[in-house]
């Protein structure tokens, strides 16, 4: 991925959205189509008995119909209760999977940020806590018109020249501010 231009700035006015990423690699590709091209259903081989010649009595007939209506109330009122219950009891395990896999495999989270203007800034860190507070100073940083070091320019849609680079805050000694110390 393409590094920052060397001078290039934001403007400190300019709305940014800052956000942690928590899925960077599925993409368009959503759960369902994951497991839906992993698993294809194949067609059933059922062995139906010849039944020629039976009559059904009608004691039979209305079991039937009883076992029908009690199929249909059922599919209707409690199925999808209980689907719903068991997709909230998986996305919750999948979460808890997918959180544990992330710590314990020391992926980085990825910071995103979007301007108004188009332009899509990148950056990653390891570990939650660390990812939480570089999320916060970049957006300290880039409400300061100062881009936080580390940052990757993914995408820009701006059509108004790069502005000069500008002098940092006055208020800002380089040591405290957007980008903490000891970085």
Do not use: Q, Y
């Amino acid at each position: 991925m393409p590094s920052l231009p060397p001078g290039w700035t934001v403007a400190g006015a300019a709305p940014w959205e800052v956000h942690r990423r928590w899925v960077t690699r599925l993409g368009r590709e959503t759960f369902g189509r994951r497991v839906g091209r992993r698993f294809r259903r194949s067609g059933s081989n059922l062995d139906l008995a010849d039944g020629v010649g039976c009559v059904p009595d009608l004691g039979e007939i209305l079991f039937a119909l009883v076992a029908f209506v009690v199929i249909v109330l059922l599919a209707i009122f409690v199925l999808p209760v209980l689907v719903i219950a068991v997709e909230v009891v998986l996305g919750l395990v999948a979460l808890l999977l997918g959180l544990v896999a992330k710590v314990l495999f020391r992926r980085p989270w990825v910071i995103d940020a979007f301007a108004a203007d188009g332009t899509h800034l990148r950056w990653k860190e390891v570990g939650w806590r660390t990812a939480t507070e570089r999320r916060d100073e970049i957006t300290r940083a880039l409400a300061h018109g100062v881009i936080a070091p580390g940052g990757e320019l993914l995408h820009t849609d701006a059509t108004v020249a790069v502005p000069p680079p500008t002098a940092p805050p006055p208020d800002w000694d380089g040591r405290t501010g957007p980008f903490g110390g000891g970085r």
